[in-house]
């Protein structure tokens, strides 16, 4: 069963950066998107931004113009970019990748705790 590696989070001040990686332990095959969903304590998981196979990016609109996205097709990885990071972008961020088979594949998980 193929696992999706994230690395990158931790603490930092507000207005700081912060850049997450996820690499699956495998090879995926027929990828379709590759995206960040984001958990506060309380809060459903919601999407913070996508990346489809052909490059179309979707973003959340409380990161519109802080976060990046952007994805290494050779190597099946994508990185989240951070900056300008305030207090509510507090959460557990998960990297999960969908294959145009329907699969789903999820992240365990990197703490992103931003500080005020």
């Known amino acids: 069963q193929v696992q999706l590696v994230e690395s990158g989070g931790g603490l930092v001040q507000a207005g700081g950066s912060l850049k997450l990686s996820c690499a699956p332990s495998g090879r995926i095959f027929l990828i379709n998107s590759m995206g960040w969903y984001r958990q506060a304590p309380g809060n459903e998981r919601e999407l913070v931004a996508r990346?489809?196979?052909?490059?179309?990016?979707i973003y959340a609109d409380s990161v519109k113009g802080r976060f990046t996205i952007s994805r290494d097709n050779a190597k099946n990885t994508v990185t989240l970019e951070m900056n300008s990071l305030k207090p509510e972008d507090t959460a557990i961020y998960y990297c999960?990748?969908?294959?145009?088979?329907?699969?789903?594949?999820w992240g365990q998980g990197t703490q992103v705790t931003v500080s005020s």
């Open positions: 999960r990748i969908t294959t145009r088979g329907s699969l789903a594949f």
């Open positions: 990346i489809i196979s052909d490059g179309t990016t």
